[in-house]
């Protein structure tokens, strides 16, 4: 009866820990920003480009505070010519955790990119880099995300068409999102 009870007993803690570690170790999200940014298309430097982007995002933990991702986002670039650009990839962030609660969120994101300006499609490639990302997650299932220093660089290229925008956002051009923890 004791090794009954014992077995029951073990089989009942081992549960709870896988429980413990599978919770919150997948999310879904969705980030949205705009503003007004510096751009660099083609080596000349545009300041009056405003910018809207959303992003849909899902990840996974694979280890304590490394997690990786796919996000899907749209963009769209009113300058001289709308641009709008679709972007779909994978993505790493690292959790620091700074006090109870709140977490310095570094990323990176390489994607692929599909262009349109005035009725052509361009497709390309792009990296990300938020500098100054921050998330708070106030329960256990919910986060609220706010980027406020990000660096983007896309390069559109197709049959003698080329575009690359190198664009940093500080301070005027923030994103903020949520997250919900499985």
Not at 61 to 89: C, M, P, Q, W
């Amino acid at each position: 009866m004791k090794r009954i009870l014992l077995i029951i007993l073990c089989m009942t803690a081992s549960m709870t820990t896988l429980y413990a570690q599978n919770k919150g170790d997948i999310f879904l999200g969705g980030i949205a920003g705009g503003g007004i940014s510096t751009n660099f298309i083609d080596g000349q430097a545009d300041a009056s480009i405003a910018n809207v982007n959303a992003t849909i995002e899902v990840g996974y933990f694979v280890a304590n505070r490394l997690k990786i991702g796919a996000e899907v986002g749209y963009a769209l670039t009113a300058g001289d010519s709308n641009i709008h650009v679709l972007t779909i990839g994978p993505n790493m962030t690292y959790y620091a955790k700074l006090v109870e609660k709140l977490y310095y969120t570094p990323s990176l994101t390489v994607c692929f990119a599909l262009g349109f300006a005035d009725g052509i499609s361009i497709p390309g490639l792009g990296v990300g880099l938020n500098l100054f990302s921050m998330e708070f997650r106030p329960t256990r299932r919910l986060g609220f995300t706010a980027s406020l220093a990000s660096m983007n660089y896309v390069a559109l290229s197709d049959e003698g068409i080329t575009s690359s925008t190198l664009g940093i956002n500080i301070g005027i051009n923030p994103s903020v999102g949520f997250k919900y923890y499985f």
